[in-house]
């Protein structure tokens, strides 16, 4: 299985403050139809996951464009330039390349 | 609006069985793959199921193969889990999504526990 490595676990943040987040894969993501199936994901809590960026780097319908992703391969980036409060929670990148389908372990935002 | 509403979660002993449900609205269920999600207490998320179109290809990982199964009725714009021989480790949030994962339902509580 495609194991997922979401670094760092925790962020501590200011609101303002530009973070990012990182996730490697254990095997390439591009897929042979070309493409490459890793999005981002926001977990608020008590709420379930929300779809941020999808195929590396598109920005789903609605989320801040404070959000970026990029990469390729193996190696992906989530930035969130300037945070705000709303951003805390967990983030979660997840493939789906390879079946089965895996995510990472999530790296939480904190206000610092 | 895109809606999907779970039900039929609750508290089951080990090695009996929950069906849950997953009600869809408000876009046209039968054009999407579908898929089940689950997260246990504190924990990460799981892919437990996916589901083609038509419901002919369905996918499990190896922790539920065997045990799980999900189907779909596009008619009713309804998305199953089956869950047979239920362990402890089962116990989690199940969340039906889009296997797009551009929408989630609120997700059902599952316990199993004697």
């Known amino acids: 299985d495609v194991v997922l490595t979401q670094t760092p676990p925790t962020l501590s943040a200011t609101i303002g403050q530009s973070v990012s987040i990182s996730c490697r894969s254990s095997q390439s993501l591009l897929h042979s139809n070309g493409n490459t199936y890793l999005n981002w994901l926001l977990q608020r809590p008590g709420q379930p996951p929300q779809l941020l960026i999808y195929?590396?780097?598109r920005l789903e319908s609605g989320v801040p464009n404070r959000f970026s992703g990029s990469g390729s391969g193996t190696d992906f980036t989530l930035k969130i330039s300037g945070v705000e409060a709303e951003d805390l929670g967990v983030y979660y990148c997840v493939q789906s390349t390879h079946a089965p389908y895996t995510f990472g372990a999530g790296t939480k935002l904190e206000l610092k | 609006e895109v809606q999907l509403v779970e039900s039929g979660g609750g508290l089951v002993q080990p090695g009996r069985s929950l069906k849950l449900s997953c009600a869809a609205s408000g876009f046209t269920f039968s054009n999407y793959y579908m898929a089940w999600v689950r997260q246990a207490p504190k924990k990460g998320l799981e892919w437990v199921a996916t589901i083609s179109t038509s419901g002919s290809r369905t996918y499990y990982p190896d922790s539920v193969k065997g045990r799980f199964t999900i189907s779909r009725d596009n008619a009713k714009s309804s998305l199953y889990l089956q869950m047979n021989s239920l362990k402890s480790e089962d116990t989690a949030t199940y969340y039906c999504?889009?296997?797009?994962?551009?929408?989630w339902g609120q997700g059902a509580s599952v316990t199993v526990s004697s």
């Open positions: 999504a889009r296997l797009t994962m551009d929408a």
């Open positions: 195929l590396v780097s």
